[in-house]
Nanobody, 120 residues
């Protein structure tokens, strides 16, 4: 019943921007965003941006200075603002969060993935 729903992906030209959103839905008791990952064709899934409960952030060197992660706990949503996009940013992006289901235990969840394609 509880899931993470991603949106905001698409096709963009190099140098452009996109904002990804990841919102938890269902009978949720508590939401703890972990971060964003991506997986490009032929490559392993990698951490793009992480965020702690108190808002401390960490970024992969490849996106540092271009991407920004943020969250709105009141909306059970985590965002990834992507600026100055490069073709190498092309990948499927996944959000990750710990969710406490009402009447259940804490479980780590992945979003369904959203495609980001950066191309001329």
């Amino acid at each position: 019943q509880v899931q993470l729903v991603e949106s905001g992906g698409g096709l963009v030209q190099p140098g452009g921007s996109l904002r990804l959103s990841c919102a938890a839905s269902g009978p949720l008791f508590r939401f703890n965003a972990r971060g964003w990952y991506r997986q490009a064709p032929g490559k392993q899934r990698e951490l793009v941006a992480a965020i702690t409960k108190v808002g401390v952030t960490n970024y992969a060197d490849s996106v540092k200075g271009r991407f920004a992660i943020s969250k709105d706990n009141a909306k059970n949503t985590v965002y990834l603002q992507m600026n100055r996009l490069k073709p190498e940013d092309t990948a499927v992006y996944y959000c990750n969060a710990d969710l406490w289901v009402v009447g259940g235990d804490n479980t780590n969840y992945w979003g369904q993935g959203t495609q980001v394609t950066v191309s001329s």
